[in-house]
């Protein structure tokens, strides 16, 4: 698979390709799970599915959206910084909603391994992203721009 950057195409993602792919993983494997009967029977899954689907997805929107504002001055900075914050704490509501919906069914916790492994990658990667964002961009704006996030 390869990546386009810029005028090239490179075979290694991104770390802004790599969020998005995390983001993409994380959708297609809530709802894989949200699915498999043996994890959430029809009678108890109506309890936390739609929600946490709703989760996932407001997640996944929070990256593509953070990931397309380019920022050009402090402001646009502020608000990039802002919605990588907003998906970081999308992905932290998903996995609370997913643990609340795993001790109320009763479902097996070996279901959740893969699952609880792909939400791990996804959060450390979120979190290297804003802070590679912090970084880049007090370099490009300067010092302010990295106050503007609310970073000390």
Known sequence: M???SGDKYQKTPSPKAAVET???RMLRETAAI???EKVFPKRSRWLFGQEIMRIANRYHTA???ANGIRVT???LFAQRYTAQSLAIAWLYALNVKMTAAQLC???PLDSFEAWSDTWA???DLA????AADVRRTADELGEASSKAGGVV
């Open 22 to 24: 995390a983001s993409d």
């Open 34 to 36: 949200l699915t498999r």
């Open 121 to 123: 990658a996804a959060d």
């Open 73 to 75: 001055n402090h402001a």
């Open 63 to 65: 990256v593509a959206y």
């Open 127 to 130: 979190k290297a992203w804003r």
């Open 105 to 107: 069914c009763s479902a």
């Open 2 to 4: 390869s990546y386009r």
